[in-house]
């Protein structure tokens, strides 16, 4: 068993990331830090080491457990790493969850499945009269020369 291990990959094989290529990233953008300083893709980390990730709103702090390289099944995860991110942080998270669709401005961002239905409907019920007529702005500018 390995006793270090770099941070991308553990942050990878302890299912943090989806991929190392995004461990390393955010290594790189200085979202994973120990102890108040950052931490790059190839620092390595032994058992014991307390590692914030910050993926905002809040940041999640993992003690590791086994200092693993290879990726292992979800269910080993618990052996791999303790989440010992605070409350305060989950709190956070569930109110910028709560908060997200309240503080939309009505008009911006992606439409909502509402506003989407209400547009196809808009568009479907076009009159007989106008279905039939074409605009070409083109043509009546030649003609006035």
Do not use: H
Request: charged residues 35%.
């Amino acid at each position: 068993m390995n006793t270090e291990a770099r941070v991308d990959k553990w942050l990878w094989a302890a299912r943090i990331f989806k991929t190392r290529t995004m461990a390393a990233a955010a290594c790189k953008k200085g979202q994973v830090s120990m102890k108040g300083s950052l931490l790059k893709a190839s620092r390595m980390i032994k058992a014991g080491d307390v590692v914030d990730v910050r993926k905002p709103p809040i940041t999640y702090s993992f003690k590791v457990l086994q200092p693993i390289e290879k990726r292992v099944g979800a269910k080993l995860i618990p052996e791999i790493l303790e989440n010992v991110t605070s409350a305060q942080q989950y709190e956070i998270l569930e109110m910028s969850k709560i908060s997200g669709f309240v503080d939309r401005a009505r008009g911006t961002g992606r439409p909502t499945k509402k506003d989407r239905r209400s547009l196809d409907a808009f568009s479907e019920d076009v009159p007989e009269f106008f279905a039939d007529f074409e605009f070409d702005l083109d043509e009546g500018e030649e003609g006035e020369d």
